[in-house]
């Protein structure tokens, strides 16, 4: 998890390592200045393995995605030991003008980050702001211990510090602290039960909802807020959030895995009144593991969504939601050591509504959400009993089908029951029934009748036309007369001295399971 932000304070801004120096600390617009770090430690300058240190800068429309450097990249003279300064890149003007912008009335911050090989080890920020669109100021980093004021969003929280002394009480939702001298005291009660710990964290804000509900690693996500207060998204004060994703494993908030990338709060306001945020990730699970050479490992993974200003140097609260992948592949929204999820199973027949006795039938269950894992049993009912239609069928991404060949004549009433592999994550389910109809097959349609071609004349060869639909076998028989011809079984007929001065036709037969057709031609006499 992500730590919770620090309060709001009225000062100006402060990084991890400590402020900025402005000198000189007011001028115009096209007055050069430089910075000289300020560690508010011990420690001076940025950090021991500090290789590199970026400058940038934002301000009132400086959106911190416009990658306005302060100072030449990387900045000269960083030291390890001992506070050090460095020259601005240019005038504010010439800074505005070479990057297609206005100074206006407002705000604006320089942050100097130290990096390691390893990641970022710390920032130092200052703030000067412009009284005019030509004249600015250096903004005094001042801060006061004598009050602190907070409240939460599920009950009423005070603190207040003068000296050194402190007691905190917590009684049913309300904590008050006070410091005053030098003892500590710290007692706690409660007259309601507390919120469990075993489900997702929440946010000081609130909460997120992860979308899609249940899916797979190779699926993008979109992520929703919701507050726990009367006021939605962000405080007005936030212009900027930024999402981190903490997990098991190598998931840690020490590698500072985001989620997505730091964004402005007014692209992300959703069109509900009150307006919450809706926020695209852009991504998937598998593309940010591979980003950070991580792996997908079964277990929760926590997305945290603060809310901050453009450098993320205050922040103003954090939404917090969870999902839990079953498997290295396979998430959902819900804790499966807590809760099943519902599932859903559905029969499909084919061909539909009926079949022949012999033809194979396919069934085919499709099993909701996708991501359940388990087996299809497909089954038949009999005046209520149960008998089982070949063995259980592995699920394939929300699939699982049966073909067979052997239901035999009558009406069958057939469904489908799905059993879960992880009866923990998901609930079993039962199909609807489904009517189906096998019937004895039916005999082959005849054409229209037979045909007869050639030249009717003792030593010519008739030819015997037709054609069957649904026919497994075709035969043939030749008539004089009415009568059948020996050993005429053929297709074609050559005319004998018998059958001059007769009339001759020809009979074609279709044959398959569902019995035989036929159809005799008309005659011809014979000369």
Request: charged share 10%; with cysteine; glycine share 10%.
């Amino acid at each position: 998890m992500l730590p919770p932000p620090a309060p709001r304070c009225a000062s100006a801004a402060t990084g991890t390592l400590g402020t900025l120096a402005f000198v000189p600390s007011s001028g115009n617009a096209t007055d050069g200045f430089s910075v000289s770090t300020v560690s508010s430690g011990s420690a001076k300058g940025c950090p021991a393995g500090t290789t590199v240190a970026i400058g940038k800068m934002v301000g009132p429309g400086w959106s911190v995605d416009d990658s306005i450097d302060a100072f030449a990249q990387p900045v000269a003279g960083l030291s390890t030991t001992a506070d050090f300064s460095v020259p601005m890149v240019n005038n504010m003007a010439a800074i505005a003008t070479s990057h297609g912008l206005s100074l206006v009335v407002g705000t604006y911050a320089i942050t100097v980050t130290c990096q390691s090989p390893s990641g970022a080890a710390g920032t130092f920020v200052g703030e000067f702001t412009f009284s005019t669109p030509t004249a600015w100021s250096a903004v005094a980093s001042t801060s006061t211990s004598s009050t602190s004021t907070s409240t939460s969003t599920s009950g009423t929280s005070t603190s207040t510090s003068t000296s050194g002394t402190s007691t905190s009480t917590s009684t049913s939702g309300t904590s008050t602290s006070t410091s005053t001298s030098g003892t500590s005291t710290s007692t706690s009660t409660s007259s309601g039960s507390a919120t469990p710990s075993t489900g997702a964290p929440t946010g000081t804000l609130g909460t997120l909802t992860v979308n899609p509900a249940t899916g797979s690693d190779i699926d993008p996500l979109d992520l929703n807020t919701h507050a726990s207060g009367s006021t939605k998204g962000c405080p007005s004060a936030a212009t900027n959030v930024n999402g981190f994703i903490t997990g098991p494993g190598d998931w840690t908030v020490a590698k500072s895995i985001q989620a997505f990338s730091n964004t402005t709060v007014t692209a992300l306001v959703s069109q509900s009144d009150p307006p919450e945020l809706q926020i695209p990730t852009s991504n998937s699970m598998s593309v940010i593991a591979s980003n950070y050479s991580l792996k997908i490992v079964p277990g929760r993974y926590d997305f945290t969504v603060i809310c901050q200003n453009p450098l993320g140097t205050t922040k103003y609260g954090t939404f917090i939601g969870s999902i839990w992948f079953t498997d290295a592949t396979h998430f959902q929204s819900k804790d499966p050591a807590t809760s099943q999820s519902e599932t859903t199973i559905t029969v499909v027949v084919t061909p539909q509504y009926r079949a022949d006795v012999g033809d194979q039938v396919s069934l085919t269950a499709t099993v909701s959400p996708a991501t359940a894992v388990g087996k299809v049993q497909f089954q038949e009912s009999t005046n209520g009993a149960f008998a089982p239609i070949g063995s259980p069928i592995d699920v394939a991404s929300g699939t699982a089908a049966l073909k067979i060949s052997t239901l035999p004549f009558g009406l069958h009433t057939l469904s489908a029951v799905f059993t879960p592999t992880d009866a923990k994550a998901f609930k079993a389910a039962t199909s609807a029934d489904q009517a189906y109809v096998v019937a004895l097959p039916i005999p082959p349609s005849p054409p229209s009748g037979a045909t007869v071609s050639g030249t009717a004349k003792v030593g010519s060869t008739l030819t015997c036309s037709a054609s069957f639909q649904n026919a497994t076998s075709t035969a043939f028989a030749w008539l004089r007369n009415r009568s059948t011809i020996s050993g005429a079984a053929s297709s074609s007929y050559r005319l004998v001295a018998a059958d001059k001065g007769t009339a001759v036709q020809c009979k074609a037969m279709g044959t398959n399971s569902g019995g035989t057709t036929f159809r005799i031609s008309k005659s011809v006499a014979v000369s």
